[in-house]
């Protein structure tokens, strides 16, 4: 180091001591001497060694808080902004922004600043990492580890004067004053380092050139398959030969008597709309109206018809509207879409009250329910039977309204009219 400001040989001195008690009463001294840039090692805390020195307390938890509030500041603005302001998106009517829900975001960020904070500030204010030290080329250091305390004053402080620091150290009872000899052997890492770390990095983009490749990949198997289990095994396909059956067909026939899930059907007018005939061939009776059951098999009392209500208005009121008109909200989308050319090929859902449904058997409402019809997707799987009853029992009762006439008014009621 030829920029040394004393133009010293060697980069501070060492004192060594034989007990903590001596390290600490010299300790004391060179603070008094006003140094500042200087250190003490020991193989042991040795409490007081802060005070001795003049140490001040850290000002790391200033700047944890520092990090600490940013972290909240950044949660606050980030979720008010995005909910607010960038996307502001009304849910149940709740408001945009509330202190509650952002509350665990807030904390997680909080948390994090500080915590990371902590880490690096620690680090930085100790000035860390440091894989090497001059002092190391001292050999008697080394028992820094072991049984000896040593106190070493930097040649870079404002103060230092190698005779004065000299004869401050001999006057503190240091069994041994020596100067920490220059060196420039540690400055660049060697050679094998270097390559090992380019040989890293280099293999670190293979693994990323995988992932880039399997993007483009429009093969159906997986790109990785590390577990096999059961994947490749000898099976047979349905209709294919296998020796070791007597009729050598791989697909043996069901046992007599066994049902397929989702075709124990207990009663066909119950959970089908069909009439129960046991006669009757299955694939014709689906879906022709002749066969279809005229009335619902369940009660039309009080409670089934506002069930029925109830669910009209949550399964299919979007659709065919409140009153069954066809105007439920999608339609109503999807008329404004039409008008600005969006919406191809939509089929508005049917007016259910005209004479022609209402003139269809209560079995074939169920199963347009049940089943879908052309355009209009099934509800079968999310509606239950009974539900599916009480919304047929519920477009009877949409119908007769909106086919009313005079005569269904009591007599007393008319003159209001
Ligand atoms: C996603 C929108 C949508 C929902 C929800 C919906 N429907 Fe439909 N519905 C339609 C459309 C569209 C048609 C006309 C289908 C066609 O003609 O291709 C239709 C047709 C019908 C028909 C006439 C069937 C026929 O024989 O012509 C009935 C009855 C019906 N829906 C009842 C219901 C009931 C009851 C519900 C509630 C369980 C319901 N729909 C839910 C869109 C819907």
């Given at each position: 180091?030829?920029?040394?400001?004393?133009?010293?040989?060697?980069?501070?001195?060492?004192?060594e001591?034989?007990?903590?008690?001596?390290?600490?009463?010299?300790?004391e001294?060179?603070?008094?001497g006003?140094?500042?840039?200087?250190?003490?090692?020991?193989?042991?805390?040795?409490?007081?060694?802060?005070?001795?020195?003049?140490?001040?307390?850290?000002?790391?938890?200033?700047?944890?808080?520092?990090?600490?509030?940013?972290?909240?500041?950044?949660?606050?603005?980030?979720?008010?902004?995005?909910?607010?302001?960038?996307?502001?998106?009304?849910?149940?009517?709740?408001?945009?922004?509330?202190?509650?829900p952002?509350?665990?975001?807030?904390?997680?960020l909080?948390?994090?600043?500080?915590?990371?904070?902590?880490?690096?500030?620690?680090?930085?204010?100790?000035?860390?990492?440091?894989?090497?030290?001059?002092?190391?080329n001292?050999?008697?250091?080394?028992?820094?580890?072991?049984?000896r305390?040593?106190?070493?004053?930097?040649?870079?402080?404002?103060l230092?004067?190698?005779?004065?620091?000299?004869?401050?150290?001999?006057?503190?009872g240091?069994?041994?004053?020596?100067?920490?000899?220059?060196?420039?052997?540690?400055?660049?890492?060697?050679?094998?380092?270097?390559?090992?770390?380019?040989?890293?990095?280099?293999?670190?983009f293979?693994?990323?050139?995988?992932?880039?490749?399997?993007?483009?990949?429009?093969?159906?198997?997986?790109?990785?398959?590390?577990?096999w289990?059961?994947?490749?095994?000898?099976?047979?396909?349905?209709?294919?030969?296998?020796?070791?059956?007597?009729?050598g067909?791989?697909m043996?026939?069901?046992?007599?008597?066994?049902?397929?899930?989702?075709?124990?059907?207990?009663?066909?007018?119950?959970?089908?709309?069909?009439?129960?005939?046991?006669?009757?061939?299955?694939?014709?009776?689906?879906?022709?109206?002749?066969e279809?059951?005229?009335f619902?098999?369940?009660?039309?009392?009080?409670?089934?018809?506002?069930?029925?209500?109830?669910?009209?208005?949550?399964?299919?009121?979007?659709?065919?509207?409140?009153?069954?008109?066809?105007?439920?909200?999608?339609?109503?989308?999807?008329?404004?879409?039409?008008?600005?050319?969006?919406?191809?090929?939509?089929?508005?859902?049917?007016?259910?009250?005209?004479?022609?449904?209402?003139?269809?058997?209560?079995?074939?409402?169920?199963?347009?329910?049940t089943?879908?019809?052309?355009?209009?997707?099934?509800?079968?799987?999310?509606i239950?039977?009974?539900?599916?009853?009480a919304?047929?029992?519920?477009?009877?009762?949409l119908?007769?309204?909106?086919?009313?006439?005079?005569?269904?008014v009591?007599?007393?009621?008319?003159?209001?009219?």
């Amino acid at each position: 180091m030829d920029n040394n400001q004393n133009d010293l040989p060697h980069l501070g001195l060492l004192a060594e001591y034989e007990t903590p008690e001596a390290l600490m009463a010299a300790a004391e001294k060179v603070r008094d001497g006003g140094y500042k840039r200087w250190d003490t090692h020991t193989p042991f805390p040795v409490h007081g060694i802060d005070e001795a020195m003049g140490i001040k307390n850290t000002i790391l938890p200033w700047i944890v808080l520092g990090a600490g509030a940013a972290g909240t500041v950044t949660a606050l603005v980030l979720q008010y902004w995005t909910n607010a302001v960038a996307y502001p998106f009304l849910i149940s009517g709740k408001p945009l922004f509330s202190w509650v829900p952002a509350f665990p975001v807030t904390f997680e960020l909080t948390v994090l600043f500080a915590g990371v904070t902590t880490l690096f500030a620690m680090l930085g204010l100790n000035r860390l990492p440091r894989l090497h030290n001059p002092l190391f080329n001292v050999k008697r250091f080394a028992r820094a580890t072991q049984d000896r305390f040593f106190l070493a004053i930097d040649s870079q402080d404002p103060l230092f004067n190698d005779s004065s620091a000299k004869a401050l150290l001999a006057g503190t009872g240091a069994s041994a004053v020596e100067e920490v000899p220059d060196d420039n052997s540690a400055t660049t890492p060697p050679m094998w380092m270097l390559q090992a770390f380019v040989a890293f990095a280099f293999l670190t983009f293979i693994p990323i050139g995988i992932i880039v490749g399997s993007w483009k990949s429009t093969s159906d198997k997986p790109a990785w398959h590390f577990v096999w289990d059961m994947d490749f095994q000898e099976s047979y396909r349905t209709g294919e030969q296998v020796p070791l059956f007597e009729n050598g067909m791989a697909m043996r026939a069901p046992v007599e008597g066994t049902i397929a899930t989702g075709e124990l059907f207990a009663s066909s007018s119950y959970f089908r709309g069909v009439l129960d005939d046991e006669t009757l061939d299955k694939a014709q009776a689906d879906r022709s109206a002749s066969e279809y059951v005229e009335f619902a098999p369940i009660a039309a009392t009080r409670p089934t018809l506002e069930r029925g209500q109830e669910r009209f208005a949550i399964y299919c009121a979007p659709c065919h509207g409140d009153s069954g008109y066809g105007d439920g909200i999608v339609a109503e989308r999807a008329t404004s879409l039409i008008a600005t050319g969006g919406a191809n090929g939509w089929v508005p859902p049917t007016n259910v009250t005209t004479p022609v449904i209402a003139s269809q058997p209560d079995g074939q409402l169920f199963d347009s329910i049940t089943n879908g019809i052309r355009n209009m997707p099934g509800y079968g799987k999310q509606i239950s039977v009974d539900d599916r009853w009480a919304i047929v029992l519920y477009l009877r009762a949409l119908q007769r309204g909106a086919n009313a006439t005079i005569d269904d008014v009591p007599q007393s009621e008319r003159g209001g009219l």
